[in-house]
T-cell receptor, first 112, second 112 residues
Framework: EAQVTQNPRYLITVTGKKLTVTCSQNMNHEYMSWYRQDPGLGLRQIYYSMNVEVTDKGDVPEGYKVSRKEKRNFPLILESPSPNQTSLYFC???????????FGPGTRLTVL | DAKTTQPNSMESNEEEPVHLPCNHSTISGTDYIHWYRQLPSQGPEYVIHGLTSNVNNRMASLAIAEDRKSSTLILHRATLRDAAVYYCILRDRNFGNEKLTFGTGTRLTIIP
């Protein structure tokens, strides 16, 4: 089944403790992206990647890192999480810039 | 970046057509118009997209104004399962402009 998977789905952590949210797609898509969703603010793009080893900032990249060493994986790294990074995170992928995006199920992160 | 404007909320009766508007007055000639929707507690899902001509698929129709400065997503016969937040976004097919802005979308309520 074609899908985008994220892990973990739920995470509660403390300020400053490094964490990684994994994202994987099995559709051989070139484009991958991370979004965060907060009440009243809609979906905001954090980082995106157009292909392996090619990443760029979205609208809200501060406090986040990403890497794209393999085509299928696009992990989101929070080196030193803070409470303002408490949010619902979505990973998405698409074949290229014109095609539809497929979204993962979301990761709900709480930083205490 | 070209942005879109949508009403915050709309209501419609079950089994009636729904017309969801989107304004994108600064659209460029290379922007595709994409629509996504997000059902409660789920990640966004693709609905439809188009460039210049009206488009139809099994989920909906997309009507694009002749000057491309606005578009309308048409759900021909709304059901309770269509209650969701609908996002209209622009996606540039040109290399080098991959940032995507979703905004807050339109919350559609279906009245039984």
């Amino acid at each position: 089944e074609a899908q985008v998977t994220q892990n973990p789905r739920y995470l509660i952590t403390v300020t400053g403790k490094k964490l990684t949210v994994t994202c994987s797609q099995n559709m051989n898509h070139e484009y991958m992206s991370w979004y965060r969703q907060d009440p009243g603010l809609g979906l905001r793009q954090i980082y995106y990647s157009m292909n392996v080893e090619v990443t760029d900032k979205g609208d809200v990249p501060e406090g986040y890192k990403v890497s794209r060493k393999e085509k299928r994986n696009f992990p989101l790294i929070l080196e030193s999480p803070s409470p303002n990074q408490t949010s619902l995170y979505f990973c998405a992928s698409s074949y290229n810039r014109a095609n539809e995006q497929f979204f993962g199920p979301g990761t709900r992160l709480t930083v205490l | 970046d070209a942005k879109t404007t949508q009403p915050n909320s709309m209501e419609s009766n079950e089994e009636e057509p729904v017309h969801l508007p989107c304004n994108h007055s600064t659209i460029s000639g290379t922007d595709y118009i994409h629509w996504y929707r997000q059902l409660p507690s789920q990640g966004p899902e693709y609905v439809i997209h188009g460039l210049t001509s009206n488009v139809n698929n099994r989920m909906a129709s997309l009507a694009i104004a002749e000057d491309r400065k606005s578009s309308t997503l048409i759900l021909h016969r709304a059901t309770l399962r269509d209650a969701a937040v609908y996002y209209c976004i622009l996606r540039d097919r040109n290399f080098g402009n991959e940032k995507l802005t979703f905004g807050t979308g339109t919350r559609l309520t279906i009245i039984p």
